[in-house]
């Protein structure tokens, strides 16, 4: 949740971006405003949770040397898993105009 909250002008926004992104990165919320009615909001991004791959490989790793061997992957969650990735459709993702 943000700090505080901050209303400007589209004006603002444009002649001073830099310092609205100072305060986005200081935790306030940007309400952009046109004739006193939201048009846009910017605010931090969220924090991304979880393990990035690279750390999810080394500990893959790193528990197949504990174990002395490498797990191998159930034959019918394998196929199941495959039968996924075969299956899947392209996104329609419309380009911007």
């Given at each position: 949740?943000?700090?505080?909250v901050?209303?400007?002008?589209?004006?603002?926004?444009a002649?001073?971006?830099?310092?609205?992104?100072?305060?986005?990165?200081?935790?306030?919320?940007?309400?952009?405003?046109?004739?006193?009615?939201?048009?846009a909001?910017v605010?931090?991004a969220?924090?991304?949770?979880?393990?990035?791959?690279?750390?999810?490989?080394a500990?893959?790793?790193?528990?197949a040397k504990e174990l002395?061997?490498?797990?191998t992957?159930?034959?019918d969650?394998?196929?199941?898993?495959?039968?996924?990735?075969?299956?899947?459709k392209?996104r329609?993702?419309?380009?911007?105009?």
């Open positions: 949740m943000a700090k505080d901050v209303h400007i002008s589209e004006a603002e926004a002649n001073n971006f830099g310092a609205l992104m100072e305060r986005v990165r200081a935790g306030a919320e940007v309400i952009i405003e046109r004739d006193a009615k939201p048009v909001v605010r931090p969220e924090v991304v949770r979880g393990r990035p791959i690279s750390e999810c490989i500990l893959a790793e790193a528990h002395g061997y490498e797990p992957l159930d034959p969650f394998a196929a199941d898993l495959e039968e996924i990735i075969n299956s899947r392209s329609n993702t419309p380009t911007w105009e």
